[in-house]
């Protein structure tokens, strides 16, 4: 099973021999980035480190799994991720030894970045203690749905609130959905170009030798809090522009029930299930 270790964004898989720590989108350099369009902040990477760091000398798990978005620009490289993305590396490293990463959509030519030992897995995701992991802007491999559990990052979630004073706030959230098995199962074999005989569970037998388990997915906080979102209340998922790559395919395959997702703070509160939160636009 995994374990979210409120209050922080990041969540534990305990197997009998390892405890393993999962965290998703660093976006390490999303300053830089801003840099370009004449807004300057500080490098924020001590802060992540530091923050990384702690949570993982409280746990003190084996190994680190990166659900994708290690680093900010898309398909190279900016000078200063040179430099941070392999200081950070080498300092967890020096914490945790073994390091894994799912690529994400901002992974792009991220090999040169990182230190050696540190393993990239593919987009399509990997399976650790019968949970399927993967970043969330491609479809997960079939495989995964032998998993009862998925888990994604990639939307960054966050609500929107109303402070006292009538100023919006937003915070960061742990989404939990409920899966339709067979329509995420028929959507998968679609996807990899599979026909259809009978039933898409007897398909994906045929084919894969997997039998669907699929029934809820989870949607992790981006470890990077300083890049906000949009938030979830402020326009249903399901309405927004198919320019909005950060919903993915998963969510708008309409296999997850979304609308009825349960949403909790870092801290455990629960808020209630999306459509029960005030839209604020
Ligand atoms: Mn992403």
């Not at 000398?57 to 000078?79: F, N, Q, R």
């Not at 030894?97 to 990182?114: A, F, K, S, Y």
Request: charge should be positive.
């Amino acid at each position: 099973m995994i374990t979210p270790l409120l209050p922080h964004p990041a969540a534990l898989v305990k197997t009998q021999k390892t405890r393993t720590m999962v965290i998703a989108d660093l976006h390490i350099g999303w300053e830089m980035a801003l840099s370009e369009k004449g807004i300057h902040v500080p490098t924020q990477t001590p802060k992540l480190l530091q923050k990384l760091k702690n949570i993982i000398s409280t746990y003190k798990p084996e190994k680190l799994l990166v659900l994708g978005d290690v680093k900010h620009t898309i398909a190279s490289a900016e000078m200063g991720e040179w430099h941070d993305i392999p200081e950070f590396f080498n300092e967890i490293k020096k914490q945790i030894p073994e390091i894994l990463v799912t690529r994400g959509n901002h992974d792009g030519n991220l090999e040169p970045l990182l230190p050696e030992n540190i393993k990239i897995l593919p987009a399509t995701g990997m399976i650790m203690n019968d949970v399927g992991f993967f970043h969330g802007h491609r479809w997960p491999s079939p495989a995964l749905l032998k998993c009862k559990t998925l888990v994604m990052a990639h939307v960054h979630p966050v609500v929107a609130f109303r402070d006292p004073a009538g100023f919006r706030i937003t915070r960061q959230v742990w989404v939990k959905a409920n899966c339709n098995k067979t329509q995420l199962t028929q959507v998968l074999l679609q996807k990899n170009k599979v026909k259809i005989e009978k039933s898409p569970e007897e398909t994906l037998w045929k084919n894969y030798k997997i039998k669907p388990k699929t029934i809820q997915l989870f949607i992790m906080p981006s470890f990077n809090d300083f890049l906000g979102g949009r938030p979830l209340n402020e326009q249903k998922l399901s309405e927004r522009a198919e320019s909005e790559r950060i919903v993915g395919p998963v969510l708008r395959s309409g296999a997850v029930d979304i609308e009825n997702a349960e949403t909790y703070l870092l801290d455990g509160t629960f808020l209630g299930t999306l459509n029960q939160l005030k839209i604020l636009r």
